[in-house]
């Protein structure tokens, strides 16, 4: 039945190019009324190949919700079955980490006055194990650094806080910590940070810590001895007094050492740049665009695909400024960023606190998801190679199939098709060209074809034939597109059932 779908010979050029689109026929979780989410962490809980997504909210009524990959870039919310109850107060951050001695990632969360740790069971459940495994500190904590401190292959956590006491917990191996606070972060607890970041700054092979101060105060960078003991460095962090809400860190001069990214609410965004031996220069004014304030969140990513880093910036404005869409600041290869937001993300104004970025719909290239406030949460998907249906395919009627490939930034003539398949391949099988995930690949729908540069996108019309015993037929579809002269790749998995 599948091999009676026709395509059309005639294909059509789609216009507004961007690479980051929402689309609204992928399943993302809808809350109603839109909610104050805090945070967003990203990991693949159930260790199927999809990362998945939690994120926490600021209001009192649910603090935590989990969302589970499709395998395609859609989500389900399992909040109800994979979570325990818990208790209704404010959530601030929250993180995927690796606490215990097994493979699958845990959850820490921050609310106001404590923490929770849930352990996950490999089941895909987790369990509350706050009581037992966590220090009870009555602290409101806005951030979450997790990596090894102390050397010993577990994962340890400082957590910071805009008002209080900063934290350094540290890890036994199975997943119950204890505060170290007092003796191996020393001066360092009242500093009012609202995020913290680890990096080994000075190549010594263990991570030191940045952390953002609010409340318009010089930023700080501590550095370990090795054992998981900070001291303050009092010469390698430039830069004006600012209130930093997160730090970024990457490589993004190309050097081969750690350079930090500080995203300033009420100033502009600073970038610091490392000499290799953790002394900073902050540089600014020769590689950020001036103007960028209001920052909540950002990560660096190579969203290009040209081998630097990139960083994505999340927005936050009060009420008597106009609303900022999503930031792209795209990496010229020497560490000199430049604002590619107007054309390469959705002109969509929103609030939006943090951002998380994973390959979701598994086609090789950075997807967005970014954790929305009095809006809603949501996903950009990566249009540098995907493919999409606007509607489902009806019998008797001709259903559009759109292929898109680095939509208006092409450098390359560029050319893709459709493969179709009867049903979904879990789990997928790697090949030099991605993850195939349909199976058995069948045929092509409709000629290869070229996707004019000026968009990169070109919709392949299928003509349906008008059999009531096709109606309820599940179509796999995959896309295939020539990335490059020498990159042929395997896009997306899509879904659709005839109508």
Not at 137 to 163: C, E, K, R
Not at 399 to 423: E, M, N, R, T
Request: glycine share 10%; charged share 20%; proline share 6%.
């Amino acid at each position: 039945m599948i091999a009676i779908l026709l395509a059309d010979n005639t294909l059509h050029a789609q216009s507004l190019p961007r690479q980051f689109r929402a689309l609204r026929r992928v399943a993302f979780p809808a809350r109603s009324p839109a909610t104050e989410t805090s945070g967003v962490a990203v990991a693949d809980y159930d260790l199927d190949g999809a990362p998945d997504l939690v994120f926490c909210d600021f209001a009192d009524t649910k603090q935590l919700y989990l969302y589970k990959n499709d395998g395609r870039g859609g989500f389900a919310d399992v909040t109800a079955t994979a979570l325990p109850a818990l208790p209704r107060t404010f959530a601030w951050k929250v993180a995927f980490l690796r606490a215990d001695a097994d493979v699958f990632p845990d959850i820490l969360v921050t609310m106001a006055g404590r923490k929770l740790l849930l352990l996950n069971q490999g089941n895909g459940t987790f369990k509350d194990v706050s009581a037992t495994n966590i220090p009870q500190t009555v602290i409101s904590s806005t951030g979450i650094a997790v990596g090894d401190v102390d050397g010993d292959g577990d994962m340890d956590v400082v957590l910071t806080s805009a008002w209080t006491d900063n934290e350094l917990w540290l890890n036994d191996g199975r997943g119950v910590f204890t505060d170290a606070s007092v003796t191996n972060l020393p001066n360092a607890r009242t500093l009012g940070s609202w995020d913290a970041t680890f990096a080994d700054v000075d190549g010594d092979k263990d991570l030191d810590v940045f952390f953002g101060n609010s409340n318009y105060k010089h930023q700080t960078l501590m550095i370990n001895d090795g054992k998981g003991v900070f001291r303050f460095d009092t010469i390698g962090l430039p830069g004006p007094q600012t209130s930093t809400r997160r730090v970024a860190v990457g490589d993004v001069d190309g050097d081969g050492d750690v350079d930090a990214f500080f995203g300033n609410f009420a100033q502009q965004d600073r970038l610091m740049i490392n000499d290799g031996k953790g002394l900073f220069r902050d540089e600014t004014v020769a590689r950020l665009p001036l103007g960028l304030t209001g920052t909540y969140g950002a990560e660096m990513a190579d969203i290009d695909e040209d081998g630097d880093l990139d960083i994505v910036v999340a927005n936050y404005t009060n009420p008597t400024m106009p609303t900022q869409p999503l930031t792209l600041l795209l990496n010229d290869g020497t560490g000199k960023f430049f604002d590619a937001t107007s054309h390469r993300m959705p002109n969509v104004p929103l609030n939006s606190l943090c951002v998380a970025i994973a390959d979701f719909d598994r086609d090789r290239d950075a997807d967005i998801a970014f954790a929305g406030w009095l809006t809603d949460d949501g996903i950009y998907v990566n249009h540098e190679g995907q493919l999409t249906a606007g509607s489902a395919p009806k019998i008797g009627a001709t259903w559009s199939l759109d292929v898109h490939a680095q939509p208006g930034y092409a450098k390359y003539k560029q050319s893709g098709v459709a493969l179709l398949g009867s049903s979904q391949l879990v789990p997928r099988v790697s090949t030099p060209w991605g993850q195939l995930g349909i199976s058995p690949p069948w045929f092509l729908i409709g000629p290869w074809t070229v996707l004019p540069s000026t968009n990169g996108t070109t919709t392949i019309p299928v003509q349906v034939p008008n059999d009531p015993a096709l109606q309820n037929i599940d179509l796999w579809l995959q896309g295939v597109h020539d990335h490059a002269p020498t990159d042929v790749r395997l896009m997306n998995v899509w879904h659709e059932t005839i109508r």
